[in-house]
C-alpha cells in the first residue's frame, strides 16, 4: 500500500473528503445518464470530435464558466475566512492553498479559455472565413487546455493543491519549503494548458493574416479581430517564456537542479523575473480582447461608427510592445538598485498613456449617439470608470519609491482586481450576452440581464473599494487572518458582504441562461442587435460552412454598408465547399497527456516514458494520415440556404 | 547555365560552414570566457541571419515586409528582455 501513500491528501479535512465524495458521485452521474440517454455517440461525434471552431468556442466556453464557479468559491470561501478577525474556518495551509489555486484557475483557467471562447466563436465570422486556418490543431489546443485544467482541478483531492500563490515564487515552491506535489501540479498542468494557448496563438494569427474576406485590407478589420491578432502576437511572444520557466522549475523539483535555489549557484531571483516578463504581457493579452469586444458594443448600441480607428489600432500596437517592457514593476522592492527601479518605473507610467487614449475614444464614440441600454451596453459603460480606477491606481503601484508602502498589501489585490473585473469579467458578460443570440439562436433575458448587472457591478464595488483602506492602513495580502486590535474587521466584513452580492449577479446570470433557454422567443431572425459587422451576416444558428458564398468587403462596416446602402455582399453563383473532416485525435492525444502530467506530478516514470512514447507515435501518425476533408455539394448548401433572408434579398 | 546553378545556396552553405568552423575554434584554441561567449554569440546570429535568409527565403514572398517586421519586432523584445534580465539580477543587483 505504500506506493499509493502518495496520492494522499497531506492536509485533509471534512471539506476536502465532502468533495471527493461530491465529484465522485457527480461522475457516476454522468456516466449513468448518458447511458441511460444513449448520448455516448452523439457526444463522441458531435463534440469531441469536432474542429468547427463554433463548437470549440461553445466547448471554452462552458469550461471557461465552470471554471468560474470553481475559482469563485474560492473567492467566497477566502472572503467568509476573513470577514471577521481570528477566524477559524480555514486555518493557514487550506487558506494558502485556497488562494493559490483562486489565481490559478481564474487567470488560467477562466479568463484564458473565456477569452479564447469567444476569439474561436467571433474572428472566423467577422472575416467572412469558414474555420481557422488549421481547424485541427484548434481542436488539439481546445483539448491541452481541458486536461490540464483538469489536471490541475483534481489536486486538491489527489495529492494536495499547490500552495506557493498563483505566482509561485521560488525557493518557496521549491522541495525543501513545498513538500506536497501540489507545485507539480501547478507546474505540469499549466505547462499542458500553456502549449494549447502557444498553438492557438499561431493559429489565429495564420488565420488572420490569411483567411479574410476579399477586400478587407488589414485596416478594414473589424476591432474585435484587431485586438485578437493583437492578443495572439502577445501569446506568442509571451508564451514562450512561461513554457520555459516552468520546464526550469521541473527541472528543480523533479529532477534535483538547482536554478532557483539558494545554494549551489542557484539564482534564487531569477523564477519573479522570468515569472513576470510572461506575467505582465499576459495581463494585456487578458485585457485587449476586452479592448476589442466594448469597441464592438458601444459602436453598435451608440449608432455610431468607432471614433478614431487608426488611434484605436495604433494603441494596441503600442500597448502590445509596451507590455513587454515593464515587468520589473512586479518586484521593484526585491532589492535591485534605483537604477532598474527608475527605469521600470517610467515605462510603467507611460503604458497608461496609450491607454488612456482608448477610453476617450470609447467617450467620443458615445458622444452624441443614440445610446441604447442594453445589457452589453452597461456592462462596456461601467467597465469605463472601474477600469480608470484600476489604471489610475495602477500608476500609482508604478511609482517605485511608493510601492514600497504598497507592495503586497490588499491595496495591490484591489488594483488588479479593479483592472481584471471590468478588463476580463465584465467584457466576457458583455460578449456573452452580444454573441449570444448568434451561438443558440435565443437572445438572453434584458430584465434579468440587468439586475445581474447591478449585483455584479455594486457587489464588485463594494468588495474591492474598501480593500484600498485596509491596504494602505497596512493589511498585507495572502495572510489567513488579522487579530482584531488591527481595526481590519469592519471593512473586511464589508468586502464579504460585496462578495455575496456578487455571488448572486453570478446567480441571477445562471437563472438568466436557464429561463431564457426556456421562455425565450426563437423568431429573432439573424441580426436582432442592429449590429454592423461580419458574424451577423450568417444565418442564426451559424451554418457548419459559416458562409454560402465568400462575402465581398470593402469597407469596416461591410455589413453595416450592405444594410444602409444596399452594397451586395455576396456575388457570384453558389460553389461547393471544402471542408475539414472531424478528428478523434486531438482529443485521443490531450488524454495521453494528461496521463503523462499525472505520471510526471506524482514521479511515476515508467508510465511517464510510455505516455512520452505515445504523445510522439501520435505526432507520427498525424504526418502519415492523409485526410483531405469533404464537400459540401451545391444542392445541400441551396436547401439550407433558401428561406434565409440575405440571400433571399438578393435574389429579388 | 548560370540560372541552373544554384548559386546563393552553394554559398550559403559555404558560409555556414565556415561559420560552424569558427564556433568550433572556441573549443580548440584557449581563449578566455567573455572571448569565447562573444564569438559564439556572434557566429550564432550571423548564422541564424543566413539560414532565415539562404534556404528559408524570407525575402522572396509577397509577405516580405510583414516577415522583417515580425522579425524585428521580435529581436526588439528579445534584446530589451535579455538586456533588461541583466541589468535587474547582475549589473543593478
Ligand atoms: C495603467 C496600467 C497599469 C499599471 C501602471 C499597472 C501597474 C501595476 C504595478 C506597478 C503592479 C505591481 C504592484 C506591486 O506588486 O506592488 C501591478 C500589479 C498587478 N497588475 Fe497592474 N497595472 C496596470 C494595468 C493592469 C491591467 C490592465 C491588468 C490586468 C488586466 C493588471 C493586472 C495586474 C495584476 C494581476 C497584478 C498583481 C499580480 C500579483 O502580484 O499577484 N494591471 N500593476
Ligand atoms: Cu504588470
Same mark, same amino acid.
Given at each position: =500500500?505504500?506506493?499509493?501513500?502518495?496520492?494522499?491528501?497531506?492536509?485533509?479535512?471534512?471539506?476536502?473528503?465532502?468533495?471527493?465524495?461530491?465529484? %465522485?458521485?457527480?461522475?457516476?452521474?454522468?456516466?449513468?445518464?448518458?447511458?441511460?440517454? +444513449?448520448?455516448?455517440?452523439?457526444?463522441?461525434?458531435?463534440?469531441?470530435?469536432?474542429?468547427?471552431?463554433?463548437?470549440?468556442?461553445?466547448?471554452?466556453?462552458?469550461?471557461?464558466?465552470?471554471?468560474?464557479?470553481?475559482?469563485?468559491?474560492?473567492?467566497?470561501?477566502?472572503?467568509?475566512?476573513?470577514?471577521?478577525?481570528?477566524? +477559524?474556518?480555514?486555518?493557514?495551509?487550506?487558506?494558502?492553498?485556497?488562494?493559490?489555486?483562486?489565481?490559478?484557475?481564474?487567470?488560467?483557467?477562466?479568463?484564458?479559455?473565456?477569452?479564447?471562447?469567444?476569439? &474561436?466563436?467571433?474572428? *472566423?465570422?467577422?472575416?467572412?472565413?469558414?474555420?481557422?486556418?488549421?481547424?485541427?490543431?484548434? @481542436?488539439?489546443?481546445?483539448?491541452?487546455?481541458?486536461?490540464?485544467?483538469?489536471?490541475? &482541478?483534481?489536486?486538491?483531492?489527489? #495529492?494536495?493543491?499547490?500552495?506557493?500563490?498563483?505566482?509561485?515564487?521560488?525557493?518557496?515552491?521549491?522541495?525543501?519549503?513545498?513538500?506536497?506535489?501540489?507545485? &507539480?501540479?501547478?507546474?505540469?498542468?499549466?505547462?499542458?494548458?500553456?502549449?494549447?494557448?502557444?498553438?492557438?496563438?499561431?493559429?489565429?494569427? @495564420?488565420?488572420?493574416?490569411?483567411?479574410? $474576406?476579399? #477586400?478587407?485590407?488589414?485596416?478594414?478589420?473589424?476591432?474585435?479581430?484587431?485586438? $485578437?491578432?493583437?492578443?495572439?502576437?502577445?501569446?506568442?511572444?509571451?508564451?514562450?517564456?512561461?513554457?520555459?520557466?516552468?520546464?526550469?522549475?521541473?527541472?528543480?523539483?523533479?529532477?534535483?537542479?538547482?536554478?532557483?535555489?539558494?545554494?549551489?549557484?542557484?539564482?534564487?531571483?531569477?523564477?519573479?523575473?522570468?515569472?513576470?516578463?510572461?506575467?505582465? *504581457?499576459?495581463?494585456?493579452?487578458?485585457?485587449?480582447?476586452?479592448?476589442?469586444?466594448?469597441?464592438?458594443?458601444?459602436?453598435?448600441?451608440?449608432?455610431?461608427?468607432?471614433?478614431?480607428?487608426?488611434?484605436?489600432?495604433?494603441? /494596441?500596437?503600442?500597448?502590445?510592445?509596451?507590455?513587454?517592457?515593464?515587468?520589473?514593476?512586479?518586484?521593484?522592492? =526585491?532589492?535591485?538598485?534605483?537604477?532598474? &527601479?527608475?527605469?521600470?518605473?517610467?515605462?510603467?507610467?507611460?503604458?497608461?498613456? *496609450?491607454?488612456?487614449?482608448?477610453?476617450?475614444?470609447?467617450?467620443?464614440?458615445?458622444?452624441? %449617439?443614440?445610446?441604447?441600454?442594453?445589457?452589453?451596453?452597461?456592462?462596456?459603460?461601467?467597465?469605463?470608470?472601474?477600469?480608470?480606477?484600476?489604471?489610475?491606481?495602477?500608476?500609482?503601484? %508604478?511609482?517605485?519609491?511608493?510601492?514600497?508602502?504598497?507592495?503586497?498589501?490588499?491595496?495591490?489585490?484591489?488594483?488588479?482586481?479593479?483592472?481584471?473585473?471590468?478588463?476580463?469579467?465584465?467584457?466576457?458578460? @458583455?460578449?456573452?450576452?452580444? !454573441?449570444?443570440?448568434?451561438?443558440?439562436?435565443?437572445?438572453?433575458?434584458?430584465?434579468?440581464? +440587468?439586475?445581474?448587472?447591478?449585483?455584479?457591478?455594486?457587489?464588485?464595488?463594494?468588495?474591492?473599494?474598501?480593500?484600498?483602506?485596509?491596504?494602505?492602513?497596512?493589511?498585507?495580502?495572502?495572510?489567513?487572518?488579522?487579530?482584531?486590535?488591527?481595526?481590519?474587521?469592519?471593512?473586511?466584513?464589508?468586502?464579504?458582504? #460585496?462578495?455575496?452580492?456578487?455571488?448572486?449577479?453570478?446567480?441571477?446570470?445562471?437563472?438568466?441562461?436557464?429561463?431564457?433557454?426556456?421562455?425565450?422567443?426563437?423568431?429573432?431572425?439573424?441580426?436582432?442587435?442592429?449590429?454592423?459587422?461580419?458574424?451577423?451576416?450568417?444565418?442564426?444558428?451559424?451554418?457548419?460552412?459559416?458562409? @454560402?458564398?465568400?462575402?465581398?468587403?470593402?469597407?469596416?462596416?461591410?455589413? !453595416?454598408?450592405? +444594410?444602409?446602402?444596399?452594397?451586395?455582399?455576396?456575388?457570384?453563383?453558389?460553389?461547393?465547399?471544402?471542408? *475539414?473532416?472531424?478528428?478523434?485525435?486531438?482529443?485521443?492525444?490531450?488524454? /495521453?497527456?494528461?496521463?503523462?502530467?499525472?505520471?510526471?506530478?506524482?514521479?511515476?516514470?515508467?508510465?511517464?516514458?510510455?505516455?512520452?512514447?505515445?504523445?510522439?507515435?501520435?505526432?507520427?501518425?498525424?504526418?502519415?494520415?492523409?485526410?483531405? #476533408?469533404?464537400?459540401?455539394?451545391?444542392?445541400?448548401?441551396?436547401?439550407?440556404?433558401?428561406?434565409?433572408?440575405?440571400? $433571399?434579398?438578393?435574389?429579388? | 547555365?548560370?540560372?541552373?546553378?544554384?548559386?546563393?545556396?552553394?554559398?550559403?552553405?559555404?558560409?555556414?560552414?565556415?561559420?560552424?568552423?569558427?564556433?568550433?575554434?572556441?573549443?580548440?584554441?584557449?581563449?578566455?570566457?567573455?572571448?569565447?561567449?562573444?564569438?559564439?554569440?556572434?557566429?550564432?546570429?550571423?548564422?541564424?541571419?543566413?539560414?532565415?535568409?539562404?534556404?528559408?527565403?524570407?525575402?522572396?514572398?509577397?509577405?516580405?515586409?510583414?516577415?522583417?517586421?515580425?522579425?524585428?519586432?521580435?529581436?526588439?523584445?528579445?534584446?530589451?528582455?535579455?538586456?533588461?534580465?541583466?541589468?535587474?539580477?547582475?549589473?543593478?543587483?
Amino acid at each position: =500500500m505504500d506506493y499509493f501513500d502518495r496520492f494522499a491528501i497531506p492536509h485533509p479535512s471534512p471539506a476536502i473528503y465532502a468533495s471527493m465524495v461530491a465529484i %465522485g458521485l457527480t461522475m457516476i452521474a454522468i456516466v449513468i445518464g448518458l447511458t441511460y440517454f +444513449k448520448k455516448w455517440g452523439y457526444l463522441w461525434s458531435e463534440w469531441l470530435t469536432t474542429v468547427d471552431h463554433k463548437r470549440i468556442g461553445i466547448m471554452y466556453l462552458i469550461s471557461a464558466l465552470l471554471m468560474l464557479f470553481r475559482g469563485g468559491v474560492d473567492a467566497l470561501m477566502m472572503r467568509a475566512q476573513t470577514a471577521v478577525p481570528d477566524n +477559524k474556518l480555514l486555518d493557514a495551509q487550506h487558506y494558502n492553498e485556497v488562494f493559490t489555486t483562486h489565481g490559478v484557475v481564474m487567470i488560467i483557467f477562466m479568463a484564458m479559455p473565456f477569452i479564447y471562447a469567444l476569439m &474561436n466563436l467571433v474572428v *472566423p465570422l467577422q472575416i467572412g472565413a469558414r474555420d481557422v486556418a488549421f481547424p485541427r490543431l484548434n @481542436a488539439l489546443s481546445f483539448w491541452l487546455f481541458f486536461m490540464g485544467a483538469m489536471l490541475f &482541478n483534481i489536486s486538491f483531492v489527489i #495529492g494536495g493543491s499547490p500552495d506557493a500563490g498563483w505566482t509561485s515564487y521560488f525557493p518557496l515552491a521549491g522541495n525543501d519549503f513545498s513538500q506536497s506535489v501540489g507545485t &507539480n501540479y501547478y507546474l505540469i498542468a499549466i505547462q499542458i494548458a500553456g502549449i494549447g494557448t502557444l498553438i492557438s496563438g499561431i493559429n489565429f494569427i @495564420a488565420t488572420i493574416f490569411k483567411m479574410r $474576406a476579399p #477586400g478587407m485590407k488589414l485596416m478594414k478589420m473589424p476591432m474585435f479581430t484587431w485586438t $485578437a491578432l493583437i492578443t495572439n502576437a502577445i501569446v506568442v511572444f509571451a508564451f514562450p517564456v512561461l513554457t520555459i520557466t516552468l520546464l526550469l522549475g521541473t527541472m528543480d523539483r523533479l529532477f534535483g537542479t538547482h536554478i532557483f535555489s539558494m545554494t549551489n549557484g542557484g539564482m534564487d531571483m531569477l523564477w519573479a523575473n522570468l515569472f513576470w516578463v510572461w506575467g505582465h *504581457p499576459e495581463v494585456y493579452i487578458l485585457v485587449l480582447p476586452a479592448f476589442g469586444i466594448y469597441s464592438e458594443v458601444i459602436s453598435t448600441f451608440s449608432r455610431r461608427n468607432l471614433y478614431g480607428y487608426k488611434s484605436m489600432v495604433a494603441s /494596441i500596437v503600442i500597448i502590445s510592445f509596451m507590455s513587454f517592457l515593464v515587468w520589473m514593476h512586479h518586484f521593484f522592492t =526585491m532589492g535591485q538598485g534605483p537604477l532598474s &527601479n527608475s527605469i521600470f518605473s517610467i515605462t510603467t507610467m507611460a503604458i497608461a498613456i *496609450p491607454t488612456g487614449i482608448k477610453i476617450f475614444n470609447w467617450l467620443l464614440t458615445m458622444r452624441k %449617439g443614440k445610446i441604447e441600454f442594453t445589457v452589453p451596453m452597461l456592462y462596456s459603460v461601467g467597465f469605463i470608470p472601474i477600469f480608470t480606477i484600476g489604471g489610475v491606481t495602477g500608476v500609482m503601484l %508604478g511609482m517605485a519609491s511608493a510601492d514600497y508602502q504598497y507592495h503586497n498589501t490588499m491595496f495591490l489585490v484591489a488594483h488588479f482586481h479593479y483592472t481584471i473585473i471590468p478588463g476580463v469579467v465584465f467584457a466576457m458578460l @458583455a460578449g456573452l450576452t452580444y !454573441w449570444w443570440p448568434k451561438m443558440f439562436g435565443f437572445m438572453l433575458n434584458e430584465r434579468i440581464g +440587468k439586475w445581474a448587472f447591478w449585483f455584479v457591478a455594486i457587489g464588485f464595488n463594494v468588495t474591492f473599494f474598501p480593500m484600498f483602506f485596509t491596504g494602505l492602513d497596512g493589511q498585507a495580502r495572502r495572510m489567513y487572518t488579522y487579530s482584531e486590535a488591527t481595526g481590519f474587521g469592519p471593512l473586511n466584513m464589508l468586502s464579504f458582504a #460585496g462578495a455575496i452580492g456578487l455571488a448572486i449577479g453570478f446567480a441571477l446570470i445562471v437563472y438568466n441562461v436557464y429561463y431564457s433557454t426556456r421562455h425565450a422567443s426563437r423568431d429573432i431572425g439573424s441580426d436582432p442587435w442592429n449590429a454592423r459587422t461580419l458574424e451577423w451576416a450568417t444565418q442564426t444558428p451559424v451554418q457548419s460552412y459559416n458562409f @454560402a458564398r465568400t462575402p465581398q468587403v470593402d469597407s469596416i462596416e461591410a455589413f !453595416w454598408d450592405y +444594410k444602409k446602402n444596399g452594397k451586395p455582399l455576396f456575388k457570384g453563383e453558389i460553389e461547393k465547399i471544402h471542408m *475539414p473532416n472531424n478528428s478523434g485525435m486531438p482529443f485521443i492525444m490531450s488524454c /495521453i497527456f494528461f496521463v503523462w502530467g499525472f505520471s510526471l506530478v506524482f514521479s511515476m516514470w515508467i508510465p511517464a516514458i510510455i505516455t512520452t512514447i505515445a504523445i510522439f507515435a501520435c505526432l507520427a501518425h498525424r504526418s502519415f494520415e492523409k485526410d483531405d #476533408g469533404h464537400y459540401v455539394s451545391v444542392e445541400e448548401i441551396e436547401a439550407t440556404e433558401k428561406d434565409w433572408e440575405v440571400l $433571399a434579398d438578393e435574389n429579388r | 547555365m548560370s540560372e541552373l546553378f544554384p548559386r546563393k545556396q552553394v554559398m550559403g552553405f559555404v558560409f555556414s560552414l565556415v561559420l560552424t568552423a569558427a564556433a568550433l575554434t572556441v573549443y580548440f584554441l584557449d581563449v578566455s570566457f567573455t572571448v569565447g561567449i562573444t564569438i559564439l554569440l556572434a557566429t550564432a546570429f550571423v548564422q541564424a541571419a543566413v539560414q532565415l535568409v539562404g534556404f528559408m527565403h524570407v525575402g522572396e514572398n509577397e509577405d516580405k515586409t510583414m516577415i522583417y517586421m515580425n522579425i524585428y519586432y521580435g529581436l526588439a523584445i528579445a534584446l530589451f528582455t535579455i538586456f533588461g534580465t541583466l541589468l535587474i539580477m547582475v549589473w543593478d543587483m
